[in-house]
């Protein structure tokens, strides 16, 4: 296995876990009922996908 002809900088190592950091996943909100949900996904509360009703929910 090859061996490091250099000693990796702090500033370097930084800089590649920085851009590993987590994001909070981005929430759409349904213009009908208002309720929260993940964009391009069935809304799991009112069972609607792009203005059509796609799966049925009980409540």
Known sequence: MGQPKRKQSK???RK???ANKFEAFQLS???AS???FMPHRVNPET???RGR???E???
């Open 11 to 13: 500033q370097r190592s």
């Open 16 to 18: 590649r876990r920085g």
């Open 29 to 31: 909100r349904d213009p």
């Open 34 to 36: 208002g309720t929260l």
């Open 47 to 49: 069972g609607m996908y």
């Open 53 to 55: 009703q796609v799966i």
């Open 57 to 59: 929910v009980d409540g």
